[in-house]
């Protein structure tokens, strides 16, 4: 099974920083992840998918990049409804596995 | 639009059994996969079970397998986790998930969730 590793956690910001998490996977995975937020009380939300592609509707403050094993996903500008847990998943293989989440607080 | 409501969570003890359903609407449900993932209190996500559009085809985590049962009514819109021989570490909040058409494992829609809690 491919191991999925976030960091950092939790990550503190304040509102109009720049945020990057990281997401590693145990082994290469081409370019097959996904990034979601998911804010409290609340499903899952699809904000990138293929490392790098914007979901319908996705503000464009929200990128991602990376390939093989590493991965960055970046909030150019954070505001304050970006509080949430991001979560990484690979989908190169069964099963498909998450990152432990990163929780993000407002400094 | 989309909508996955799912129902069928609540308090059952341990060793026993629960039927969840997800009612979906707003696109084709019998051209796409469904997926069941789980998320435990205060913790992460972990996918739990895939079918196929048809049905013919089913996906399990190792942690559920043997135990758990993914199906679906393609003629009611209706996806279905039957769950026995619940352990206190099935307890969690169960998603109902779309995958995208073209990416498998793309979950690009999910349910509000449902909790089943295991307890005695």
């Known amino acids: 099974d491919i191991q999925m590793t976030q960091s950092p956690s939790p990550l503190s910001a304040s509102v109009g920083d720049r945020v990057t998490i990281t997401c590693q996977a145990s082994?290469?995975?081409?370019?097959?992840l996904n990034w979601y937020q998911q804010k409290p009380e609340k499903a899952p939300n699809l904000l990138i998918f293929d490392a790098s592609t914007l979901e319908t509707g996705v503000p464009s403050r929200f990128s991602g990049s990376g390939s093989a094993t590493d991965f960055t996903f970046t909030i150019s500008s954070l505001q304050p409804e970006d509080i949430a847990t991001y979560y990484c998943q690979q989908y190169d293989s069964l099963p498909p596995s998450f990152g432990q989440g990163t929780k993000l607080e407002i400094k | 639009e989309v909508h996955l409501v799912e129902s069928g969570g609540g308090l059952v003890q341990p060793g026993g059994s629960l039927r969840l359903s997800c009612a979906a609407s707003g696109f084709t449900f019998s051209t796409y996969v469904m997926s069941w993932v789980r998320q435990a209190p205060g913790r992460g996500l972990e996918w739990v079970s895939t079918?196929?559009?048809?049905?013919?085809?089913?996906y399990y985590a190792d942690s559920v397998k043997g135990r758990f049962a993914i199906s679906r009514d393609n003629s009611k819109n209706t996806l279905y986790l039957q769950m026995n021989s619940l352990r206190a570490e099935d307890t969690a909040v169960y998603y109902c998930?779309?995958?995208?058409?073209?990416?498998?494992?793309?979950?690009?829609?999910w349910g509000q969730g449902t909790l089943v809690t295991v307890s005695s």
């Open positions: 998930a779309k995958e995208n058409l073209y990416r498998i494992r793309v979950f690009d829609y």
């Open positions: 079918i196929s559009g048809s049905g013919v085809t089913t």
């Open positions: 082994q290469d995975i081409n370019t097959s």
